[in-house]
Structure formats: C-alpha cells, structure tokens
C-alpha cells in the first residue's frame, strides 16, 4: 500500500531545505478549505507553497531548486505539483477530510516528505497511520485515499506534498 523511508536525504540537503522553509521570510499563503461536518464554520485552514503545478505553467517558485535533490532522489520523470503545507498546533488532533491527489491518473505517485517531528500523522482510509517524523518520505498511489492531522506538541506540521510519475 505505501513505503515509509526514514533518513531519506543527507543532513546537508535536508538542512538546506528546512532552513529555508522554516525562515520568517519563506512566502506562505493563506488556503482555506472545506472541512465538512466536525468542523468550525466547514472550514479548516492551512498555509501553503506551490513549488511546481503543471496544469499552472510548471514552477511556481523561485526557491523551487531547493527541491532539486529530493526530486532526484525520487527519480521524477513527469512532475504534476509539488506543494508544502503547513498546518498549525491544536488544542487535540484534528482529522483532515480524506481526499485523493491525483484522483484520475492511475500510474501517479504521491510522496509526503515530513519536515519535521510531531505528533500528527497521515491516515488512510483502512486505519494505517504514518506518524510526522523529520526526514522521512512515504509514498503511495496519488489516487489512494488518505488525510492529514493537524499536531498538539509544536507549532505546525510541515511537509511537502510531491505528485509525481
């Protein structure tokens, strides 16, 4: 079903990354979305950096060459996006709305690369979970069902969300 790999990137590489994206001047923007039942008003937030969309031109960031070496390593041949988002600490844990990536392309992937330890995770619509942990990527089918968490011990849950062939 999925590939959990810890220690994906060197610490160089991953500190490359991180020190930009976790910068006060890294540009986030602001995305509400539609929560369903269980939520404030239907809507959860999040803050997010659209690196690379191709249904929107292809790079959408001038620190997109940040991302080089981890797209590498996943030995990308077709790009469809590649976001980072940010969620912020709750009270308790909030369960996302399942949602699936790439709903119409069967031979697409999706990886989750953790940017940092939390205690939030990513679930999938048979129970497995996969806890927030710094430098680890998991991967699955794009059109699998799954969601994310939000997390109570620090002050957001960073990843960056690749699709991918």
Known sequence: MFEVVDNFLDKSVL???????????????????SGGKGFSNNFYIQHTHVFYDHLKGGINSEDFNILKPLLDK?????????KANSTTKTHKI???????????????????????????????KNKEKIKSKKNRLSTFKANEYHCATSCTDQLRRLVININYE
């Open 15 to 33: 500190n490359n990354i991180t020190n930009k994206i976790f910068s006060n001047n890294f540009p986030w923007y602001f995305n509400p979305k």
């Open 74 to 82: 996943l030995n990308v041949n077709k790009l469809h996006r590649v």
């Open 94 to 124: 909030i369960q996302y709305p399942f949602h699936r990536d790439q709903p119409d392309l069967n031979n697409s992937k999706a990886s989750i690369f953790y940017l940092n330890t939390n205690n939030g995770f990513t679930l999938f």
